[in-house]
C-alpha cells in the first residue's frame, strides 16, 4: 500500500498515492457499471435469482474497497496516531470494523 500519512486532525483528510487512488477508482467505477446493471437487469424483469446473485457481487467487490481502504488506514493514519500517544483512534477503527461486519 502506497500512503502519504494522514493529515492533522483538523482537516482529517487521507493521502493516498496516485496508483492507490487509480486502483480505487476503477474499482468504483466498474461497481458503478455494475449497479447500472442491476438497474437494467430490473427493468428487464430478469429471473430474480440472477438479479441476486448479481448484488452480491457488486456488495463483494465494494468489500474489497473497504479493505483496501482499511488496510491503508490501519498502516498510516491509526499507526501515525498511535505513535503521537492518541490511543482513542483505536476506538474509532473498532466502531468502523463494526459497520463493515454489519454487512
Same mark, same amino acid.
Given at each position: 500500500?502506497? $500512503?502519504?500519512?494522514?493529515?492533522?486532525?483538523?482537516?482529517? %483528510?487521507? $493521502? $493516498?498515492?496516485?496508483?492507490? %487512488? %487509480?486502483? /480505487?477508482?476503477?474499482? /468504483?467505477?466498474?461497481?458503478?457499471? +455494475? @449497479?447500472?446493471? @442491476?438497474?437494467? /437487469? @430490473?427493468?428487464?424483469?430478469?429471473?430474480?435469482?440472477?438479479?441476486?446473485?448479481?448484488?452480491?457481487?457488486?456488495?463483494?467487490? #465494494?468489500?474489497?474497497?473497504?479493505?483496501?481502504? #482499511?488496510?491503508g488506514h490501519m498502516k498510516t493514519?491509526?499507526?501515525?496516531?498511535? +505513535?503521537?500517544?492518541?490511543?482513542?483512534? /483505536?476506538?474509532?477503527?473498532?466502531?468502523?470494523?463494526?459497520? #463493515?461486519?454489519?454487512?
Amino acid at each position: 500500500m502506497d $500512503h502519504v500519512a494522514c493529515s492533522d486532525e483538523q482537516v482529517r %483528510k487521507s $493521502h $493516498h498515492s496516485d496508483n492507490v %487512488k %487509480k486502483n /480505487l477508482v476503477t474499482r /468504483l467505477n466498474r461497481i458503478e457499471g +455494475q @449497479i447500472r446493471g @442491476i438497474k437494467g /437487469l @430490473i427493468e428487464r424483469d430478469t429471473y430474480c435469482d440472477d438479479v441476486i446473485t448479481q448484488i452480491s457481487a457488486t456488495q463483494s467487490a #465494494l468489500n474489497s474497497v473497504a479493505k483496501i481502504l #482499511l488496510e491503508g488506514h490501519m498502516k498510516t493514519c491509526v499507526l501515525d496516531r498511535i +505513535q503521537e500517544g492518541d490511543t482513542e483512534v /483505536l476506538d474509532e477503527v473498532m466502531v468502523t470494523i463494526q459497520k #463493515l461486519m454489519k454487512k
